[in-house]
């Protein structure tokens, strides 16, 4: 046993000195993830001024096809909030250009066997995140103390839950509270439950090894600490569509959606667990929401072109004197028209049009089928969730969906790679 954690250890080590200083960057960005909230942006921040001031690296990254499209957004991000004084937003709308670009420096350096790597890190990590969970749960349960009050704000990484529960063993589960982990919010955490069930289903069809069924089914009953329902449908569909859309290799994939259809009947018809879904719970959250997505609508309708700057909702809340300040819309496309109107949902959409058509290319399909249907698969995950969040608000829940797809430069990086190698075959010779 010990000699083969040596021996795994020491080829993580090898594999560590293999890497070029752009991975190692990267690596210690992804590790960051799993750090508490404000922790996040620092190795991150260092990563995008790097590439910025060095000519090196600025050279690579503008190679990049869509590079002049990133770089020119940042008047999408800034001018609303300028026009509508929405200071905080305008520091959220420069971060977000910032992520952007640490984007476009990921589309420039990530081939295929560094990204398996950080997928692969990140999977063990995700094993980290919900021991953290497990942890705050029990001793917020049992000693009343958050153990991330400083860190995380007023809610400590955990949320009241809205039912009781008798049992024990069953109680420490599903009564006291919704933990996020170290993601800040249980919905933020419940949607990088489902990235994570993603890339582990991935690499299991790529290497068939047990222990990413483990770290997949261990996610997945992960998303019950987090109470997060829409993360259930949002992944749920996520599956089917995979199981009916790539016919082959979909045992542990049909396997996978009958354990998630078993659980979530056990949630529906045991009292214990389905105290958020009870039809009073359910009938409170569709008007809550839809009285949100009214509000939008009608701010929406005043500024329309435009919008109201980053985190708009939260502005127009405080200004209004609202009983109770929402952060965003509740709806990505509805969030979106209202922080940068109908041109920043234009950007968006063109910006994803551009993703698709290049997983689209033949060369791509071809070759790199399995991360084309990861990315596709995160995409449709994530636009399902969407529906009625906006999970992507989050720091980490934004770079975890970055890093998957930025697995759609990996044709193009493997493709200079091979042509600088012949290259230098031709001229040594």
């Not at 009625?388 to 890093?403: C, E, K, R, Y």
Request: a positive charge; charged letters at 15%; proline letters at 3%.
């Amino acid at each position: 046993m010990f000699a083969k954690i040596k021996y795994k250890g020491g080829r993580a080590l090898q594999r560590w000195s293999e890497f070029s200083r752009d991975e190692k960057i990267i690596t210690v960005c992804v590790i960051a993830l799993f750090l508490p909230y404000y922790l996040v942006a620092v190795p991150g921040i260092f990563a995008v001024l790097r590439a910025l001031l060095l000519p090196s690296v600025r050279r690579s990254m503008t190679s990049v096809s869509s590079s002049g499209y990133i770089y020119a957004s940042l008047p999408i991000f800034v001018f609303p909030a300028l026009a509508f004084r929405n200071w905080f937003g305008l520091f959220g709308g420069i971060v977000l250009w910032l992520m952007l670009v640490f984007m476009l420096y990921l589309f420039s350096v990530v081939r295929r066997r560094f990204y398996n790597n950080i997928i692969d890190l990140m999977l063990i990590l995700s094993i980290t995140s919900m021991l953290t969970a497990l942890a705050s749960k029990f001793i917020y349960n049992y000693f009343g103390v958050s153990l991330y009050h400083f860190v995380f704000g007023a809610h400590g990484g955990l949320l009241p839950s809205t039912h009781k529960g008798s049992n024990a063993i069953l109680g420490f589960l599903f009564d006291p509270c919704r933990t996020a982990s170290v993601f800040w919010n249980p919905n933020y955490y419940g949607y990088m439950l489902e990235i994570f069930v993603i890339l582990a289903l991935y690499r299991f069809e790529k290497r068939h090894s047990p222990w990413y069924l483990i770290i997949l089914f261990a996610n997945l009953g992960s998303i019950l600490l987090c109470d997060c329902r829409t993360a259930w449908v949002a992944l749920g569909a996520a599956l089917l569509y995979y199981a009916v859309h790539y016919k082959h290799n979909v045992k542990w994939v049909v396997v996978t959606m009958l354990i998630t259809v078993v659980v979530v009947i056990v949630i529906l018809l045991v009292p214990v667990f389905s105290g958020r879904l009870a039809s009073n719970i359910i009938n409170y959250d569709v008007d809550k929401r839809s009285k949100i997505w009214g509000d939008a609508i009608y701010w929406i309708r005043h500024r329309p072109v435009y919008g109201y700057g980053m985190n708009g909702y939260r502005e127009i809340c405080l200004r209004t004197g609202a009983p109770r300040v929402r952060w965003h819309s509740h709806n990505i496309i509805l969030n979106v028209l209202l922080d940068f109107g109908a041109v920043g949902l234009a950007y968006f959409s063109a910006m994803c049009g551009r993703i698709i058509k290049v997983l689209n290319k033949p060369q791509f399909c071809v070759a790199y089928s399995q991360i084309r249907s990861l990315i596709m698969l995160t995409g449709l995950a994530t636009l399902i969730h969407g529906v009625t969040d906006v999970p992507i608000l989050g720091v980490q829940s934004a770079l975890a969906l970055i890093i998957v797809v930025s697995g759609c430069s990996v044709e193009r990086n493997e493709r200079i790679s091979r042509q600088l190698f012949n290259f230098c075959e031709i001229y040594e010779k």
